[in-house]
């Protein structure tokens, strides 16, 4: 009743949504000292949007266009964290910045997967993604 119609309200929900999570981007960038700080800062703060993800790939899907700048303008933020992350030797040379940036959209997924299965505990989840990402899910290298 508020919102007119449940397309202006899912339009609200999303903006709000996407909103959060450059303020995350926008907070750690500002505060972290490395850059490999800012982006646990990232991980870290995602994880507290709980279901955002969910929501904001579905609006996505069904409604690319509207959303698709906002999208890529928080991707390239991401991006440059991992770029600097990567110059600062924290980070490896060797795989190109948008392929570790896209990797925080799987582990997202699987993330907040994994929580409303119940595989992994609300408290464990940052340091899960976290470990995820630095250190991969083979004991050793393979290559």
Not at 93 to 116: E, K, Q, R, V
């Amino acid at each position: 009743r508020k919102f007119g119609s449940r397309k202006d309200l899912i339009h609200i929900a999303t903006t709000y949504c996407l909103d959060r999570f450059e303020d995350v981007l926008e907070e750690a960038d500002r505060k972290g000292k490395s850059p490999l700080e800012k982006i646990y800062k990232v991980f870290r703060g995602y994880s507290e949007l709980k279901n955002h993800y969910f929501f904001w790939m579905r609006v996505y899907v069904d409604d690319k266009s509207l959303y698709h700048q906002v999208f890529l303008k928080q991707l390239e933020m991401f991006e440059r964290l991992v770029i600097a992350a990567q110059q600062s030797g924290d980070l490896r040379t060797d795989l190109p910045s948008g392929w570790i940036a896209g990797m925080f959209d799987y582990i997202a997924i699987t993330a907040h997967t994994s929580l409303n299965r119940g595989v992994v505990a609300e408290r464990d989840i940052y340091k899960v993604s976290w470990d995820t990402l630095m250190n991969g899910v083979s004991p050793k290298k393979l290559f």
